[in-house]
């Protein structure tokens, strides 16, 4: 009797260790930040096998913030288990250069021909050379994101142009170096073009963003963030984005009421930052109101020329939706209370976008 229950127990224990453990390590592990998943892997052996036979948990390489970081994308690249690699995470990694993408590249990783989203935000140590080397090798890439590197040029610009065919997400924020030339090569190359920033790109002129804004017309995010050189010339182009639904134009000073009155016919508008953008008044707010009815985020920070008047137009049009408005530093604007605003704007949660 006492073996039999003996036998019993240890089938019971096999069949939880070979069906559900496995299954609660998967739902569990694909939720635990991926250095948590590697701390797994030296649990024990079985841990090791039951989680490597997960090729889900492999798809995502996260060396965000990393030291080494160079040293360590190589070491993990080779791996068998990093094959079907989707997306590497770089950003602000530490030891990362040039020199680590080039031996990327001679080697001959074919996993990164699969690869669709590389973040190498604040890698301030790569330049052109690296560009050139790492999409050579990542032809199906979909999102790329270089934010904040100093040293990169057009010459990058064209190379994820000739090498990266299927771009809808490209982050350029920060990069000062970057001309119009380059936007003329993602006009030219990316009219399927999702998302887009250039914030802080300021270089630019009102004829390189025209070109994107002529071609590439499924945009739906624009990010011109601290970008004050642009005017009504190239703002009113904007209208031609038909399918826009998040436009940051944060220190906008050349944009008018008649650039934003243009910007207006973007009806699928969500969000919308104009704050600092000091030539705008009532009439450009009130043609936003009218036409973008779908807006949930609105700041108008320290706009001057706004008045009681915007906020009535827009209660008139977007109360049902707008959920965070700041209106702080307008000084024309007398209601701005939160109790003022809420009964303007009932579902209102965020006053206060900029400290």
Not at 185 to 213: F, M, P, V, W
Request: a neutral charge.
């Amino acid at each position: 009797m006492a073996e039999a229950e003996a036998a019993t127990a240890t089938a019971t224990a096999t069949a939880w260790s070979r069906e559900t453990v496995p299954r609660v390590l998967e739902i569990v592990s694909t939720r635990l930040p991926q250095r948590d998943v590697y701390a797994l892997l030296l649990v024990s052996p079985w841990c090791y096998r039951s989680l490597l036979s997960h090729p889900a948990l492999w798809q995502v390489l996260d060396l965000h913030e990393m030291s080494q970081a160079g040293e360590r994308l190589i070491s993990a690249l080779s791996l068998a288990r990093y094959r079907q690699i989707k997306k590497i995470n770089l950003e602000f990694a530490r030891d990362i250069e040039d020199e680590h993408l080039i031996l990327l590249r001679s080697k001959g990783i074919e996993s990164l021909q699969g690869l669709e989203n590389l973040n190498l935000n604040g890698c301030q140590k790569i330049s052109d050379r690296g560009i050139e080397a790492i999409t050579s090798v990542c032809p199906k890439l979909r999102a790329f994101s270089v934010y904040w590197n100093v040293r990169i040029t057009d010459l990058s610009i064209k190379h994820i142009a000739e090498n990266c065919r299927h771009i809808i997400d490209l982050n350029l924020s920060g990069c000062k170096n970057i001309s119009d030339k380059s936007m003329h090569l993602i006009a030219e190359s990316y009219q399927e073009l999702e998302e887009l920033n250039i914030t802080r790109c300021i270089k630019l002129t009102d004829g390189g963003l025209q070109q994107i804004l002529l071609k590439c017309s499924s945009l739906q995010s624009l990010n011109l963030y601290a970008l004050s050189s642009f005017t009504d010339k190239a703002y009113e182009r904007i209208a031609l984005l038909a399918h826009l639904r998040f436009l940051d134009l944060c220190g906008a000073q050349n944009l008018s009421d008649q650039g934003l009155s243009c910007i207006a016919r973007c009806k699928d508008l969500v969000s919308l930052n104009l704050t600092w953008c000091v030539r705008v008044t009532d009439t450009g707010v009130m043609a936003i109101a009218q036409g973008c009815r779908s807006l949930e985020f609105l700041s108008l920070f320290g706009i001057v020329g706004v008045t009681d008047t915007s906020l009535q137009v827009l209660s008139e049009f977007c109360s049902n939706t707008l959920t965070t408005l700041d209106v702080n530093g307008c000084i024309g604007i007398k209601r701005r209370s939160r109790s003022g605003l809420l009964q303007l704007f009932p579902h209102l949660k965020c006053f206060k976008v900029h400290s």
